[in-house]
């Protein structure tokens, strides 16, 4: 069997060499020519456990091969953004996949199977990607089969969730779903559910819709905390404590590939009804000004001078920044303030902080708004290098928080007492 994958990315390029890994030829097709490059050579662009390891073994079989152009085969997998439309409500930019369709056509034979496995809008398929095939003159379900396989993977655990997780095959007829069940049975040991191509794909919105919500639910209690004067971590703890509660954990945002940009996807096709969904998507855009007020309030009460702002990913461990919100923070506090911002990631290249000892050297507030195994605990030679050692942990993380003077999360930061008090002025 031989597949073409279009697309490199997290989801592309994990899901090519998975396949390759077990015993399939796989073309990965990206617009990228770096990219394709350094795939060739054997090196990967991405940081994800496991992937480099994948692809030096799928080089050494040869069933991989990065390209810049399709080929024919059996199988064609597209794994391309769908990013939001700047739009009203967000909506589902298609450009890609359509791209990625156009490229594929010249070399789709009677009898392929091809999976749309980016996230899209609810009837995508049946309103865009049936369409586009049967024009061209196939028969969808008798010599064309068009599923959607939604990826559901984390990322820094992309290979073993490949494999292990449950998939969901929803085919534009049943014929097309058997397909892309015995596609998938390649590598998966989870189960196949298989359903319609429209219940698929609105069942991967909610997925991350659901997570989304629950944040939502967690940030504002924090908002509320705030101002009420409580805890909002020891609500979430207590709360939790009832066999029926799961309250999320709040943060500086909500970030990646998924849950920031799935949710409008849902409004967009049904704006009045979905309401929740919206307002969650308001709450959680709202966080990074939250943290920004916090922020400068802060330093504006202690008349501190130097920022450390610790982390750049959307989640720990990764490299990924995608829609993070520790990005747009951090872009904010540049543009809006005179602070001196050291900002250091080990995971995310071009910082200007080559160490956490250059980072924290005379400042006076330590922010942390991802939560790498790095930041979960900070030496002591390096907060005495502090000119006032005070820490924000939006991500709740730190281990030795009492080698602060004073630390804060977002459960207590209504605690905050200057060190240097005098009247508070906020650009905002």
Do not use: W
Request: overall charge negative; charged content about 20%.
């Amino acid at each position: 069997m031989k597949i073409v994958t279009m697309g490199l990315g997290y989801i592309g390029l994990p899901t090519s060499l998975m396949f390759a890994n077990h015993g399939v030829e796989v073309v990965g097709v990206d617009v990228s020519e770096e990219t394709v490059d350094q795939l060739n050579q054997g090196i990967v662009p991405i940081e994800e456990p496991g992937v480099q390891d994948f692809l030096q073994t799928a080089l050494e079989i040869k069933q991989f091969q990065a390209s810049l152009v399709p080929d024919y085969a059996d199988a064609f997998i597209i794994a391309v953004p769908t990013p939001n439309i700047e739009d009203q409500y967000g909506s589902c930019d298609l450009q890609y996949v359509k791209r990625a369709l156009q490229s594929i056509l010249p070399y789709v034979r009677f009898g392929n199977t091809i999976v749309i496995e980016s996230t899209i809008a609810p009837r995508t398929m049946d309103d865009v990607v049936a369409p586009f095939f049967e024009e061209a003159g196939f028969e969808i379900g008798s010599n064309l089969f068009l599923v959607h396989c939604p990826e559901r993977v984390l990322p820094g655990k992309i290979l073993h969730e490949l494999i292990f997780n449950d998939r969901i095959i929803g085919g534009i007829t049943p014929a097309c779903t058997k397909k892309g069940q015995i596609l998938y049975q390649t590598f998966v040991q989870g189960e196949l559910l298989g359903t319609e191509a429209k219940t698929a794909e609105l069942s991967k919105l909610m997925e991350n819709t659901y997570r989304d919500v629950n944040i939502a639910l967690a940030n504002e209690l924090v908002q509320i905390g705030t101002k009420l004067k409580i805890n909002a971590l020891e609500v979430i703890r207590l709360a939790n404590r009832h066999p029926r509660v799961n309250i999320h954990q709040p943060g500086p945002g909500v970030g990646g590939h998924c849950l920031a940009v799935d949710p409008y996807f849902i409004v967009a096709a049904a704006p009045k009804e979905a309401e929740l969904i919206y307002k969650s998507r308001q709450i959680n855009s709202s966080m990074p000004q939250f943290i920004l007020n916090q922020v400068v309030r802060m330093m504006e009460m202690n008349k501190g001078t130097k920022l450390t702002i610790l982390g750049q990913a959307y989640k720990g461990n990764i490299d990924d920044i995608r829609e993070s919100p520790a990005v747009q923070i951090t872009k904010q506090l540049k543009l809006l303030t005179d602070y001196q911002i050291a900002v250091y990631d080990p995971h995310v290249q071009k910082e200007n902080a080559d160490t956490l000892k250059q980072a924290f050297e005379g400042s006076d507030l330590a922010l942390i708004l991802c939560d790498h195994d790095e930041f979960k605990k900070i030496s002591i030679e390096n907060i005495q290098l502090m000119k006032t050692r005070i820490a924000f942990d939006t991500k709740n993380i730190l281990s030795n928080r009492t080698d602060f003077d004073k630390y804060y999360t977002l459960g207590n930061i209504f605690q905050f007492e200057p060190t240097n008090k005098r009247e508070m002025r906020l650009p905002f």
